[in-house]
């Protein structure tokens, strides 16, 4: 069964802070991908990666950035905190096997910034 | 870029009764449908998948979907519920790429 890790399940930070999410899998999948969750909002995606070193933008990625040096590893990175990133971080994976291979997600890590 | 809605936001029904969840996306093309669902305290998984063939989809813990292309739409339906079933449930679509874009999500509470 794929596992997809979550290094943190609670953060707290101060604004400003840089802040580092960790997400691990172990399927050897390609692609790997970043969501917030939002009441309301439903999952709203940050950035993607289809390959080691490979990062594409997603949806809303202003005041993200992220890092794939190794295929098992994701890391999401707040550059400077702010409260409006206040939120609940997902992280999924998924083979290239297609389009419709299914995506597994981690048990989320849930930020706050005061 | 596609979208998607969901309807409700929030639904409360008692157990046995029947559920039916709406979802719709806005994109022209060939689509791959998802539905998942997410139990408290717990991450997402994946209920049900179309993506070819029998428009009529069935998943995991009696849930089935229903694509009509012609609608645009890819409603949930379970015909009975039970308290088990009380999640937040998201419908996701996506196209040519691995992007897969999210509804609001619709969250379901069955009294016991």
């Known amino acids: ?34 969501y917030r969750q939002d009441p309301g909002l439903g999952l709203r995606l940050i950035y993607f990666s289809y390959d080691v070193k490979m990062k594409e933008k997603g949806d809303i990625p202003e005041g993200y950035s992220v890092s794939r040096e190794k295929k098992e590893r ?31 997600f981690g048990n989320g890590t849930r930020l706050t910034v005061t | 870029a596609q979208s998607v809605s969901q309807h409700n936001h929030h639904v409360i029904l008692s157990e046995a009764a029947s559920l039916e969840l709406g979802c719709n996306y806005s994109y022209g093309g060939t689509v ?20 070819s063939g029998d428009p009529l989809v069935k998943g995991i813990k009696g849930f089935e979907a229903e694509f009509i292309k012609s609608k645009f739409s890819f409603n949930l339906r379970k015909p009975s519920v039970q308290w088990s079933d009380t999640a937040e449930y998201f419908c996701a679509v996506n196209a040519y790429d691995y992007k897969l874009s999210f509804g609001a999500g619709t969250t379901v509470t069955v009294r016991a």
Not at chain 1, 1 to 7: C, M, R
Request: proline fraction near 4%; aromatic fraction near 14%; hydrophobic fraction near 35%.
């Open chain 2, 32 to 51: 791959n449908l998802f539905w998942y669902v997410q139990y408290p305290g717990q991450h997402l998984q994946l209920l049900l998948k179309y993506f």
């Open chain 1, 74 to 104: 994701f890391s999401l990175i707040l550059e400077s905190a702010s409260t409006n990133q206040t939120s609940m971080y997902l992280c999924a994976s998924s083979s290239r096997t297609g389009p419709n291979s299914p995506l597994h």
């Open chain 1, 1 to 34: 069964d794929v596992k997809v890790t979550q290094s943190s399940r609670y953060l707290v930070k101060r604004t400003g802070e840089k802040v580092f999410l960790e997400c691990v899998q172990d399927m050897d999948h390609e692609n790997m991908f970043w």
